[in-house]
C-alpha cells in the first residue's frame, strides 16, 4: 500500500517528508511565452515581478489610423492648373488627385492630366464647345467628376462623355445650352448632374438615361426657360432613368408635366407659372415623399383632391403663393401621410377646422414669420369612454411674442 501511495504522489525532490511545500509558485525557466498578439507580456526581474509594457492593441492604432485617415500634399501640374493629391490607406498605398485648371481661358483644352486623377474643373474658361477629343487622353478614363460651369456652351456633342465610364458628377450649370442631345450620359454611371442656369427649353427624361440604369440619379435642372418635359416613351428600348430628385424650379412649365414611370422622392416646381393642380396631376407618383410648390405664379386655388395620388408625400411646401385661397380642405384628402405643411405667406390662414381630419399624421404647419403650429392630441380628466375619440388641436407659437395662442380644438 506503501508502495501504490509513492507512484500517484512523488515525493518533491529536495524536501524531506516532514518538510512543508513552499506555498509561493515557482519562477518559470526561460522567457516568457508570447501573448496571442505576438507581443511578449512581461520579463521577469531579479525581484520576481513582471515589467509592464503597452498592450499591443495600442501599439496598433497608429497603423489603424494611417488606413483610414487622409493625408493632402500637392505635385507638378500643367502650367496654371493646381493638381491637389489626397492619400489613403496603410503606409498611403491609395491616391487621388483633384486638378484645378478654372479660370484660365479656352486655350486650356484639352490639357493632359495624371492617370489618378479624380475629379476635373474647367470652370469659368470660356469654352465655346465641348466634345469627345477635348475629354479625352490618359486620366480622362478614370474620371468620376468633371466641372464644366460657368463657361461660355451653347451646345455640347452627343458624344462628348462617351469615353468617361465612371463619371459620376457632372456640373455644366450657368451655360448657355440651348438643347440636351439624346442618350448623352448612356456612357456613364452618373449620379448627379447639375443643368441648373441655361437656356433649355424642351427637355427629354430619356436623355438622363445612364450606364447604371437602376443608379440613383439626382438632376437640377432649374432656372432654365423649359415649357415642356418630354415623358419616356412606353416602347423604348433602354429603361426609364432612376430619377429620385428633380429640381424644375424657375421654369416655364403651366402644367405638372408627365413624370410617371420615374422613382422619383423629391420634385421641386417652385417659381413656374402653373395655371392648375387638379386631380391626376400627379399620377405614378406615390412614391414622392418630398413636394415643393413654392412662389408660383398665377395660382389662385388649388383643386380639390389634387393630391390624392400623393400617399407616400411627407413634405408639402406651398410658402410664398399670396394669391393662394382656400378651395376646402378636400384640397388636403388623401395625404394620410403628410407630417411637415408649410403655408407661410400664402392667403390660406386662418386654417379650416376639418384641415386634420384629412391629414391624420401632420405633426407641424408653418403659416408664416416665424410662426409654427404643432400637433396636440388631448386627453379628458377622465379615462376616455371606448366610443370616444381624442380632441386634437394645433398649438400656435410666435417666436416674436414668446407666448403661445390658445389653441383651437377641431
Known amino acids: 500500500m506503501a508502495h501504490a501511495q509513492s507512484i500517484l504522489t512523488p515525493p518533491q525532490q529536495g524536501l524531506g517528508q516532514d518538510q512543508p511545500m513552499d506555498p509561493r509558485p515557482s519562477e518559470p525557466e526561460g522567457p516568457d511565452p508570447p501573448s496571442p498578439g505576438g507581443f511578449r507580456q512581461g520579463s521577469s526581474t531579479s525581484y520576481g515581478r513582471t515589467a509592464p509594457t503597452m498592450p499591443w492593441p495600442l501599439l496598433l492604432l497608429p497603423l489603424l489610423l494611417l488606413a483610414v485617415s487622409g493625408?493632402?500634399?500637392?505635385?507638378?501640374?500643367?502650367?496654371?492648373?493646381?493638381?491637389?493629391?489626397?492619400?489613403?490607406?496603410?503606409?498611403?498605398?491609395?491616391?487621388?488627385?483633384?486638378?484645378?485648371?478654372?479660370?484660365?481661358?479656352?486655350?486650356i483644352v484639352p490639357v493632359p492630366i495624371p492617370l489618378d486623377t479624380a475629379h476635373l474643373d474647367l470652370s469659368s474658361n470660356r469654352l465655346e464647345t465641348v466634345n469627345e477629343s477635348v475629354l479625352a487622353g490618359p486620366g480622362y478614363t478614370t474620371l468620376a467628376g468633371l466641372d464644366l460651369s460657368h463657361n461660355l456652351l451653347a451646345s455640347i456633342s452627343p458624344t462628348a462623355f462617351s469615353r468617361l465610364r465612371y463619371l459620376e458628377s457632372l456640373d455644366i450649370s450657368h451655360n448657355g445650352l440651348a438643347a440636351l442631345p439624346a442618350e448623352s450620359f448612356t456612357s456613364s454611371p452618373l449620379s448627379d448632374v447639375n443643368l441648373s442656369h441655361n437656356r433649355l427649353r424642351e427637355v427629354s427624361v430619356s436623355a438622363f438615361t445612364t450606364h447604371s440604369p437602376g443608379r440613383a440619379l439626382h438632376v437640377d435642372l432649374s432656372h432654365n426657360l423649359i415649357h415642356r418635359l418630354v415623358p419616356h416613351p412606353a416602347g423604348a428600348s433602354l429603361p426609364a432613368p432612376a430619377i429620385q430628385s428633380l429640381n424644375l424650379a424657375w421654369n416655364r412649365l403651366r402644367t405638372v408635366p408627365d413624370l410617371r414611370d420615374l422613382p422619383l422622392r423629391y420634385l421641386s416646381l417652385d417659381g413656374n407659372p402653373l395655371a392648375a393642380v387638379g386631380p391626376g396631376a400627379f399620377r405614378g407618383l406615390a412614391g414622392l415623399t418630398h413636394l415643393s410648390l413654392g412662389s408660383l405664379q398665377g395660382l389662385a386655388q388649388l383643386a380639390p383632391h389634387g393630391f390624392r395620388e400623393l400617399q407616400g408625400l411627407q413634405v408639402l411646401d406651398l410658402s410664398g403663393n399670396p394669391k393662394l385661397k382656400w378651395a376646402g380642405a378636400e384640397v388636403f384628402s388623401g395625404l394620410g401621410s403628410l407630417q411637415e405643411l408649410d403655408l407661410s405667406g400664402t392667403g390660406l390662414v386662418p386654417l379650416p377646422e376639418m384641415l386634420l381630419v384629412h391629414l391624420p399624421a401632420l405633426q407641424s404647419i408653418s403659416v408664416g414669420q416665424g410662426v409654427r403650429c404643432r400637433r396636440l392630441v388631448r386627453e379628458g380628466a377622465y379615462p376616455r369612454q371606448p366610443v370616444s375619440s381624442p380632441k386634437v388641436a394645433l398649438h400656435c407659437v410666435d417666436p416674436r411674442e414668446r407666448a403661445a395662442e390658445s389653441p383651437t380644438a377641431l
Open 71 to 107: 493625408a493632402q500634399t500637392t505635385r507638378p501640374c500643367f502650367p496654371g492648373c493646381q493638381c491637389e493629391v489626397e492619400t489613403f490607406g496603410l503606409f498611403d498605398s491609395f491616391s487621388l488627385t483633384r486638378v484645378d485648371c478654372s479660370g484660365l481661358g479656352p486655350h
